[in-house]
């Protein structure tokens, strides 16, 4: 379902996707990422999804398309309002294979993943936290500064080997388009596709200190770099793991512990390596920044023209604020896709 014009669609989508959450409610415990026994989400379980008549068998995996995502304690239940958006508004929802990368593995998460979208194909793999140790520096934000922050740089090292191409999402998004039309881009030989934002002031990703620095700006020659959001990202697996860049950009990290060259997280160092040779994509697949400031009440509008996902990149997060009871106008578009139930001290086993 793309949206020409998003405003006029609104009413019928929040009417659609109210319907959808009327089955019975089914508890799920997720244990993942240091998740403390006071605070267990629940949530109910999504519908299933089924393929068109022209989708190709979802029993080959050539035929998948990949994404990979983060399960943290702070994000689960933005990571399950994601999945729902994308099978939602897939075409082909059972080609669909997601890798959710954590911290601490639980023996049950996987049936804990499984009660929520009974039909979802997945796995889920242990981020080792000690690659990044010692690499990773303080930034503005403490979110920012977690390992799993960084487990985009190692796709390549975590993924199985069979996976080629892989779409990297944040958990503050929402899908409203067929997301096979962003996976299925011609890289033209690039590593990396994501809208690119040349608009933005490009120095101000890196401290003063790396600008006068005569080595280090020198970087950037001979690329036109602009600025371009990590949290939605087509990689080429096998060009990033062929041109190494996970170390290129751990070189990087190490070059921030000791001269301080940015202050922001996981972006700058892949801004170094990437920015400016990247294959460029439609800004609709990232309408970002909508998470505002949550500390001073904040909020962002949509931008103009189409749209086919939507970032609460930022501070504020749309479950946080709904919580608080105090959301902005644009949280509305996330409730329809939010499975939350409850939380709960304990559950019976």
Same mark, same amino acid.
């Given at each position: ?11 019928? *989508?929040? #009417? ?38 022209? +989708?190709? &068998? ?33 075409? +082909? ?10 911290? @601490? ?17 997945? $796995? ?6 000690? !690659? ?15 390992? *799993? ?54 120095? @101000?990703?890196?401290?003063? $200190? ?12 001979? !690329? ?29 990290? %190490? ?5 301080? %060259?940015?202050?922001? #997280?996981? *972006? ?13 994509? $439609?800004? !609709?697949?990232?309408? @970002? #920044?909508?998470?505002? $400031? ?18 609460? &990149? #930022? ?9 608080? !009871?105090?959301?902005?106008? %644009? ?19």
């Amino acid at each position: 379902m793309a949206f020409g014009s998003f405003s006029s669609h609104l009413p019928l *989508l929040l #009417g659609l996707l109210s319907l959808l959450f009327l089955p019975t409610a089914i508890g799920i415990r997720v244990l993942c990422s240091s998740i403390s026994d006071d605070y267990i989400p629940l949530f109910r379980q999504a519908p299933a999804f089924r393929n068109s008549d022209s +989708c190709a &068998s979802h029993k080959k995996p050539n035929n998948h398309v990949h994404f990979a995502m983060t399960l943290d304690e702070n994000y689960i239940r933005g990571t399950m309002a994601v999945v729902l958006s994308i099978l939602q508004h897939s075409t +082909c929802p059972q080609n669909l294979f997601f890798h959710f990368l954590c911290l @601490h593995i639980q023996p049950n998460i996987s049936s804990n993943i499984k009660s929520a979208f009974p039909y979802l194909n997945f $796995d889920v793999y242990y981020f080792d936290s000690t !690659r990044v140790q010692g690499k990773i520096s303080k930034s503005i934000r403490q979110a920012l500064d977690q390992p *799993l922050n960084y487990a985009r740089i190692y796709l390549s090292e975590t993924l199985p080997q069979d996976v080629h191409r892989v779409i990297y999402l944040d958990s503050d998004i929402i899908v409203v388009d067929d997301i096979a039309k962003l996976y299925e881009v011609d890289m033209q030989d690039k590593v990396v596709a994501a809208p690119e934002y040349c608009h933005a002031n490009f120095t @101000h990703y890196f401290t003063d $200190d790396f600008w006068k620095d005569p080595i280090f700006s020198r970087t950037f020659q001979g !690329r036109a770099p602009c600025y371009f959001n990590t949290g939605v990202v087509v990689v080429d697996v096998d060009k990033w793991r062929k041109g190494r860049y996970t170390g290129k950009v751990e070189e990087w990290m %190490i070059i921030q512990k000791k001269r301080r %060259i940015y202050d922001l #997280g996981s *972006l700058p160092p892949i801004l170094l390596v990437l920015a400016g040779d990247i294959k460029a994509v $439609d800004h !609709r697949w990232n309408q @970002h #920044g909508l998470g505002g $400031d949550n500390f001073e009440g904040n909020c962002r509008a949509l931008h103009p023209g189409p749209i086919s996902l939507l970032h609460w &990149s #930022g501070k504020g997060k749309p479950w946080l604020r709904l919580h608080s !009871r105090k959301p902005c106008n %644009i949280d509305h578009l996330w409730t329809p896709y939010d499975l939350y139930r409850s939380t709960r001290v304990a559950l019976e086993e």
